[in-house]
């Protein structure tokens, strides 16, 4: 597709369970960021996937979050028993190495 | 550590003024430099961006920035503001690894 597209683009789940959030790069972009965007904390950079290398998971909030990158292209972010402070929008961007981030138009998570 | 500060939470100002956000950095090397939009609802859009080079960058919708090392700025500007161009305004300082370091946001509101 010509843009990252991110899937659901909203989701409400019951606190404890968990959540999968699904983002599709722009083709031939290398690299993969998620941020996270609340209200309390602005926009928050969680993990970074760049080719085959190991992934910056420095941005991690809690060892509840996971993300992995299949064949260099779909990535998916994992939260782990959800809890309330988890909602937020989560935002994917990708782009050639050390260049210019496209952002989807999130997934707005809400957990009850 | 690298960060980012838009003094300004809000602005308001008339359709056809000029405008002008402001935006500081801290970063130890030459930075990334980027302004992004989000309308309600959506993703972040970019305007502009400064890797090297003129100080002066131009973006889309008629906004430009001017890159200032000697005051870790990088503000953004308009000549004629659109009603239109209400949304919220972004800056992001590129660090290692490209990972972006957001500011807080500003919020801009068009009088007609």
């Known amino acids: 597709g010509a843009g990252v597209s991110q899937s659901p683009s909203n989701k409400v789940t019951e606190k404890g369970k968990d959540v999968e959030l699904r983002c599709d790069p722009i083709s031939g972009h290398t690299a993969l960021y998620w941020y996270r965007q609340s209200l309390g904390q602005g926009l928050e950079f969680l993990i970074y996937?760049?080719?085959?290398?190991?992934?910056?998971k420095s941005g991690l909030p809690s060892d509840r979050f996971s993300a992995e990158r299949t064949g260099g292209s779909v990535s998916t972010l994992t939260i782990q028993r959800t809890q309330q402070e988890d909602s937020a929008v989560y935002l994917c961007?990708?782009?050639?190495?050390?260049?210019?981030?496209?952002f989807g138009p999130g997934t707005r998570l809400l957990v009850l | 550590a690298q960060s980012v500060t838009q003094p300004d939470i809000h602005i308001t100002v008339s359709e056809g003024a000029s405008l002008e956000l402001r935006c500081n950095y801290s970063?130890?090397?030459?930075?990334?430099l980027f302004w992004y939009v989000q309308s309600p609802g959506q993703g972040l859009q970019l305007l502009l961006k400064?890797?090297?080079?003129?100080?002066l960058v131009q973006g889309i919708k008629g906004f430009e920035a001017e890159f200032k090392r000697s005051q870790s700025s990088f503000n953004l500007r308009k000549p004629s503001v659109h009603w239109s161009d209400a949304a919220e305004y972004f800056c992001?300082?590129?660090?290692?690894?490209?990972?972006?370091?957001f500011g807080a946001g500003t919020i801009l509101r068009v009088k007609s």
């Open positions: 400064y890797f090297s080079g003129d100080t």
């Open positions: 992001a300082v590129g660090a290692n690894g490209n990972k972006l370091v």
């Open positions: 970063y130890g090397a030459t930075p990334y």
């Open positions: 996937f760049q080719g085959n290398s190991a992934p910056d």
């Open positions: 961007a990708t782009g050639r190495y050390q260049e210019t981030q496209y």
